[in-house]
């Protein structure tokens, strides 16, 4: 495991933002290094910058201080287009509110991601249906978020942070809206598919009996 390289690398990233005349330090000086391979749980209270450090890692949010480093790219020395499509590539995540597209069925909100990196054929459309019946699924292939409980959009969301073999995937609390069994088995999918794919994955929880 050891010799595996390293997919992210953050260096005393500081992310502060102004508050009423004050200063709050959501990101304190994080240094982290994530191998492929290695699937993370990051867990803290409620308003410990979790949010805050994910949306850095994934190029949404710029730091105050401090580099980003994914796939030994540096995040700062990109412009803005070279940053869009990278994270594009490289990057997969899930937020604490999943963003389906509304009027996409689950297999088209999972195939997005392909399309929109000109990647959709035929073999990426059995690769998205084999990703949501292994996250349990199967039966709801063509139905709309609407027509689906939370914690089955929650799912439908991971398979999309999967779907374009991302280098590095990003989860903010993926198993908010599930049971405690089910929320283990998706964890153990995701876990697995992290591991058989050789990606670095970072996961934000409150559950800490899932980080076992
Ligand atoms: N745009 C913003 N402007 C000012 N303060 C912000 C902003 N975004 C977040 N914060 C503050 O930064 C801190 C960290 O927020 P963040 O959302 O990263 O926490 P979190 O650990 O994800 O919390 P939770 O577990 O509740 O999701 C909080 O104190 C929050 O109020
Ligand atoms: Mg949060």
Redesign the pocket.
Known sequence: MTTAPVALETRSVVKT?P?EGQV?R?VDEVSVQVRAGEFVALV?P????????LAILAALLSPSAGQVLVDGHDLAQMNDAQRVAFRREKIGFTF?ANNLVPYLTAQENVELMLRLNGQLDKAGRARAKDLLVRLGLGQRLHNLPSQMSGGQQQRVAIARALIHNPALVLADEPTASLDTERAFQVVQTFADLIHEQNRAGIM?T?DLRLVS
Request: net charge positive; no cysteine.
């Open positions: 933002y508050l709050i959501a803290g409620s308003g410990s910058g979790k949010t805050t450090l604490q934000v409150h």
